[in-house]
């Protein structure tokens, strides 16, 4: 079964930046992305990269998130910079493959102000 597994949240001070970094188990993914979700917000596209290092970013997070993947290692990773309160919440690495959509367990990104 395929599983996603996410890492690097913590809490940061406005400013400051953090790396998330999630790991696949074996298989080609076409799309991996990014999402997050505030509390009682819905959960909404942070950042995507195609399996032709394609990008997408939303625009609250364009020139301060970079979006990168390692296809031969299934992983992908999210390097955020200057980050600002607005950009609190729980964050869920997703990814495509073969008609099906994966999610991994989530991690938890507070930045004070």
């Known amino acids: 079964q395929v599983q996603l597994v996410e890492s690097g949240g913590g809490l940061v001070q406005a400013g400051e930046s953090l790396r998330l970094s999630c790991a696949g188990s074996?298989?080609?993914?076409?799309?991996m992305a990014w999402y997050r979700q505030a509390p009682g917000k819905q959960r909404e596209l942070v950042a995507s990269?195609?399996?032709?290092?394609?990008?997408n970013y939303a625009d609250s997070v364009k020139g301060r998130f970079t979006i990168s993947r390692d296809s031969a290692k299934n992983t992908v990773d999210l390097q955020m910079n200057s980050l600002k309160p607005g950009d609190t919440g729980v964050y869920y690495c997703?990814?495509?493959?073969?008609?099906?959509?994966?999610w991994g367990q989530g991690t938890q990104v507070t930045v004070s102000s």
């Open positions: 990269i195609s399996s032709r290092y394609t990008t």
């Open positions: 074996a298989t080609t993914f076409d799309v």
């Open positions: 997703y990814a495509h493959a073969y008609f099906q959509n994966y």
